[in-house]
């Protein structure tokens, strides 16, 4: 009874944007390199 902070602690659902965003760092250089990728692909096909 007299631990009342650790109820409320362990009931909070995470966040999912605190979830994702340690992965940020890893992630947006990939999609970007994919991106880049994938536009000189279209140019060279349409050229």
Same mark, same amino acid.
């Given at each position: 009874?007299?631990?009342?902070? !650790?109820? !409320?602690? $362990?009931? !909070? #659902? ?9 992965? &940020? #760092?890893?992630?947006?250089? &990939?999609?970007?390199?994919?991106? &880049?990728?994938?536009?000189?692909? &279209?140019?060279? $096909?349409?050229?």
């Amino acid at each position: 009874m007299s631990n009342h902070h !650790a109820a !409320a602690s $362990t009931d !909070a #659902p995470q966040d999912p944007v605190e979830a994702v965003v340690p992965l &940020i #760092p890893f992630v947006l250089p &990939i999609v970007g390199g994919l991106l &880049i990728f994938l536009l000189a692909f &279209i140019a060279v $096909t349409m050229a």
